[in-house]
């Protein structure tokens, strides 16, 4: 039996199996074949034993692993699972009705977001809204060395392509008189102390669990050294946190909650010198924006015990984090250090590298945003590290752009060929095979023709083969001819359906990028040329492409996947 043939029972079968909780029946997948072809029916018999043995192997595979081959096969026989069944990964969390909840997330301005990003926000995005809650973004910018002006737009233009609209945009460098107040309620309180050691020597007594002399000064002293502070040269005195100098949990000795730093803030200019480190800005300011709940990736796990504390010693409501594993894809570089390092190296394009997994870059691949959100919300919330693949998105992408993408022929290093004996005739493709509505392209085919030199140089001595909804030719030695066989019969004995172009002038030079950054080239269909910047296509038997520029002469896509 014929391969397409053979496709086609599996596609069917797969669809059946997923629909049915697993179990594929023949009967139906015979009938979904005969329906889409009835000139089939001689080959009933045939058709039968064919669909009982892939129905009997398919079954065998788990529901999970029909609805991936299925996805992989025919994504658009995948039926959308209702929304209520669903699984809700917030479950655990145990939300009571009509419970508070706000939820903050907080991107430090010093580089492009990356998927692992986009996994934070959305998980805590999605938690505020499905309880009609109160989202946050914040950005934290209270270190003057690493926060940059230009991270600012890139971070909320990123987080707005993904779907999220923040109840509020916060700039913790707004809060420094709330930090400042804060810090002075804590040394009064006598849990912070102004230290004056080196910072090499705090290293060294933070490792060994030493505490310094400067922690026994008195609340007084230390309120007079903190004043002085903000007239001191850098590094000359830090406010350090009373912990527990021997605890295991090495955050909590003694931690470095203020230091100062020259250095022109991108929002605040000159304004401050005294800034707050990480764990005592987040702190406070999930206290002051009263977050309730906050999900985040594992490595921020050890800080965890040190900011609850901070809140507590400030008096502020603690609020409930939660760690899922962290987040990139296989193989794909997520570092900002190594990535800029590559960028001036030229080792790769920008942020946006089609092999990088930042948001600038999935986007211009033509990732789908409503695809990432789907891809990052399937991957759950547990602690468990997985491996997540290229594969795994792009199943999710797929499965939206299968609809949404109009067909084109682009042919890769056309290969001119004669087909000797073909009538002139007009051929009408689908723009969609399943939305007649959007209309047809329509050629003009003689005998000449361009197709792919990798179609090209498969073609056998007296194998007949089929250009896509146009005819069929035999290859004979060196000449290729014409051959009238009826496209049912052709399904039965043909090799291959190849896309095409008629030869003639209007066709467009196309490059493709694909994601190695190899450049293929070839000529598209004329009716590219009406197509916008950013439109996402389907090169018939090449894959799903995004237009990325209109230049003099040509069109430049990017690859999206196949
Ligand atoms: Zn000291």
Not at 283 to 311: C, P
Not at 481 to 509: A, C, M, N, T
Request: net charge positive.
């Amino acid at each position: 039996m014929e391969e397409s043939l053979k496709a086609s029972i599996r596609k069917f079968a797969l669809q059946n199996a997923v629909k049915y909780g697993g179990k594929a029946n023949a009967g139906a997948v015979i009938g979904k074949i005969l329906a889409e072809n009835p000139a089939l029916k001689e080959n009933a018999l045939e058709i039968s034993k064919e669909s009982g043995k892939i129905v009997s192997e398919i079954n065998k595979l788990s529901l999970e692993k029909q609805e991936k081959k299925l996805q992989e096969l025919a994504p658009h026989l995948l039926e959308k699972k209702e929304e209520a069944k669903e699984k809700d990964i917030f479950e655990f969390i145990g939300i009571r009705e009509g419970q508070r909840i706000i939820t903050a997330f907080p991107p430090e301005p010093s580089k492009y977001p990356h998927i692992g990003h986009a996994k934070a926000i959305i998980v805590n995005y999605e938690l505020a809204k499905r309880h009609d809650g109160t989202f946050y973004l914040r950005f934290e910018d209270t270190n003057p060395e690493l926060a940059e002006k230009e991270f600012y737009n890139i971070h909320i233009d990123n987080y707005k392509w993904l779907g999220i609209k923040a109840d509020k945009i916060d700039y913790a460098s707004d809060y420094m008189e709330e930090f400042y107040k804060h810090a002075e309620k804590i040394i009064k309180d006598n849990h912070a102390y102004i230290c004056s050691c080196s910072s090499e020597v705090i290293k060294e007594n933070r490792k060994d669990g030493k505490e310094c002399q400067c922690r026994f000064n008195n609340p007084d002293k230390n309120m007079e050294k903190w004043q002085e502070m903000f007239k001191s040269k850098a590094g000359k005195y830090v406010l350090r946190l009373k912990g527990h100098m021997q605890s295991p949990n090495t955050t909590l000795r003694d931690p470095v909650i203020f230091r100062i730093i020259d250095m022109p803030h991108p929002r605040k200019k000159k304004k401050y010198r005294v800034w707050p480190n990480y764990d005592f800005e987040n702190a406070i300011m999930d206290g002051l924006e009263g977050v309730t709940h906050r999900l985040r990736s594992k490595e921020f796990e050890l800080r965890n015990e040190l900011q609850r504390l901070i809140q507590t010693l400030a008096g502020l409501k603690e609020t409930k984090i939660y760690e899922f594993a962290r987040f990139n894809l296989e193989g794909v570089e997520s570092s900002g250090r190594i990535i800029r390092e590559k960028v001036k190296k030229k080792e790769l394009i920008g942020w946006d590298d089609p092999s990088l997994t930042t948001l600038v870059a999935l986007k211009r691949r033509g990732f789908l945003p409503e695809a990432i959100k789907n891809f990052v919300l399937s991957t759950g919330l547990t602690k468990t590290e997985s491996v997540l693949t290229w594969d795994d998105l792009m199943a999710h992408n797929r499965r939206l752009l299968d609809s949404k993408c109009n067909r084109y022929f682009f042919v890769e290093k056309p290969k001119e060929m004669n087909i000797d004996g073909t009538p002139e005739q007009n051929v009408e493709l689908k723009m969609h095979p399943e939305f007649k509505e959007r209309g047809t392209r329509k050629f003009k085919a003689k005998d000449k023709f361009y197709v792919a030199e990798r179609d090209f140089k498969e073609f056998k001595d007296g194998k007949l083969y089929r250009l896509m909804d146009c005819l069929n030719f035999k290859k004979a030695k060196s000449k290729f001819l014409f051959d009238s066989l009826k496209y049912e019969k052709y399904k039965e004995r043909g090799y291959g359906i190849i896309h095409w172009l008629p030869v003639q002038k209007d066709l467009v030079k196309v490059e493709v990028l694909m994601p190695d950054k190899e450049i293929k080239k070839g000529l598209a269909e004329p009716l590219v040329k009406n197509l916008k910047v950013n439109d996402a296509v389907q090169f018939a038997r090449f894959g799903f492409c995004r237009l990325d520029k209109k230049e003099k002469g040509k069109l430049v896509f990017w690859y999206t996947h196949d």
